[in-house]
């Protein structure tokens, strides 16, 4: 069972464009965490979000926890190549010392 | 800066053969984990550790073990080496428990090959 689904899976878009990458969950989280992973590299971390409703932003991109800390949303504006990459989100699971991560969604930004 | 390494980058073996992957961090971080990434099956937990020789079972054990003699130091052992263990395998470590403001650092992770 996938507790952290991700959606869409795959997304190849033109540069300019923007996107939304969701992280959907029916348990709830303390916290939630979003990595970027490069090809042959270990994932490296965005942001953290953790209290409900909180939006964060990093540059170009917008990341919000829902506000019953079950789902999150990566919104990326005006997307560049440099984008390109797969996203990850992942929590640790309710209680327990188990990171668990989402399915992943793969972003390819065209020049 | 939070440092893990990971003992290998590439990795060939054969059937059978009993294989370790290394894993060290130097931040003195309480938790380790061992995962394995594959194509279009995401990162999946095979053990992890909160504590020195404290091991808890992911979500795909099977095939593996480990061993967390010191905080810094978690490896991962495959018993018999099969192909359907060809795989990507990343090493991560984070601060204690589940604390809300935790994240994991990555090594580089060991492309395994199994022949």
């Known amino acids: 069972t996938q507790l952290l689904e991700q959606s869409p899976q795959f997304l190849s878009i033109q540069e300019g464009e923007n996107l939304t990458v969701y992280c959907n969950s029916s348990?709830?989280?303390?916290?939630l965490q979003w990595y970027r992973q490069e090809p042959g590299e270990g994932p490296v971390l965005l942001v953290t979000v953790v209290t409900g409703g909180e939006v964060k932003k990093l540059k170009r991109l917008t990341f919000q926890f829902g506000d019953a800390r079950k789902d999150s949303s990566l919104h990326i504006t005006a997307a560049q190549p440099g984008d390109t990459g797969l996203y990850l989100c992942?929590?640790?699971?309710?209680?327990?010392?188990?990171?668990?991560f989402g399915t992943g969604t793969r972003l390819k930004v065209l020049a | 800066d939070v440092k893990v390494t990971q003992s290998s980058r590439y990795l060939v073996k054969r059937t059978g053969e009993k294989v370790f992957l290394e894993c060290v961090q130097d931040m003195d971080h309480e938790n380790m984990f061992w995962y394995r990434q594959d194509p279009g099956l995401g990162l999946r937990l095979i053990y992890f550790s909160y504590d020195v020789k404290m091991k808890e079972k992911g979500d795909i054990p099977e095939g593996y073990s480990v061993s967390r003699e010191k905080k810094e130091r978690f490896s991962l052992i495959l018993e018999s080496a099969s192909t359907n263990q060809t795989s990507m395998y990343l090493c991560?470590?984070?601060?204690?428990?589940?604390?809300?403001?935790?994240?994991?650092?990555f090594g580089q992770g060991t492309r395994l090959t199994v022949v």
């Open positions: 348990s709830v989280f303390s916290s």
């Open positions: 992942a929590a640790f699971y309710s209680g327990t010392y188990k990171y668990i």
């Open positions: 991560a470590s984070s601060k204690e428990g589940y604390r809300r403001d935790t994240e994991a650092f």
